[in-house]
């Protein structure tokens, strides 16, 4: 993910078991952000890196079944302040 936006070196997807899939932004000194949404990972969800702190990848709403493409951006503001930023649509 290194394109020297906030200073990323990657981001992960994992889960921890519950019904949320979350996301590492790792920043090049060793720490990372996370964010979560509740919806569930998708086999073959290809993450990607866009660029300038935004991902995109394919999750599964359990509650309307519904396949979503999802994006998530990430700012680091000159004060030290976190932000993130979500969208979804579904996929047909």
């Known amino acids: 993910a290194d394109d020297g936006a906030y200073d990323l070196v990657g981001v992960v997807q994992y889960s921890q078991g519950d019904e949320f899939t979350h996301f590492a932004f790792v920043e090049a000194d060793g720490h990372w952000q996370t964010a979560a949404i509740m919806a569930t990972v998708v086999e073959n969800g290809e993450l990607k ?7 995109t990848t394919k999750l599964l709403n359990e509650e309307t079944n519904e396949i979503l493409k999802f994006t998530l951006q990430y700012s680091n503001r000159n004060n030290g ?7 979804s649509k579904p996929i047909f």
Do not use: A, N, R, T
């Open 81 to 87: 302040e976190i932000y993130f930023v979500s969208s």
């Open 49 to 55: 890196y866009i660029g300038d702190g935004e991902i």
